[in-house]
């Protein structure tokens, strides 16, 4: 299933710079960054309530917050790309 996952972390502090850093590095672990706060995550439910948990843990919840937008499995019929970066498909083939 494709998830939408955007974060918003406060970086007043050292502390918040931290989480920060913590948070985009995991969401790149399991995710293609599209924008510079906001990933796709192409997961099966498992793996998205792992992730999901892990950075519910990384965030204060007083100053962050985490937003998860559920596109499903139709997902390409949802999304619609428009300007200069290249989109990608995540079902596609990768070559390594």
């Not at 939408?4 to 672990?29: H, M």
């Not at 793996?47 to 390409?76: H, P």
């Amino acid at each position: 299933m494709m998830v939408l996952i955007s974060y918003d972390v406060s970086t007043t502090s050292s502390a918040g710079k931290t989480r920060l850093r913590k948070v985009a590095k995991e969401c790149q672990n399991h995710a293609q960054r599209v924008q510079n706060s906001v990933f796709e995550a192409d997961l099966d439910y498992s793996a998205f309530l792992k992730l999901k948990d892990r950075l519910v843990k990384l965030i204060d919840i007083e100053q962050d917050s985490l937003r998860f937008y559920y596109l499903g499995n139709n997902w390409e019929k949802r999304v619609e790309h428009i300007g200069a970066k290249k989109t990608y498909n995540p079902e596609g083939i990768l070559i390594v």
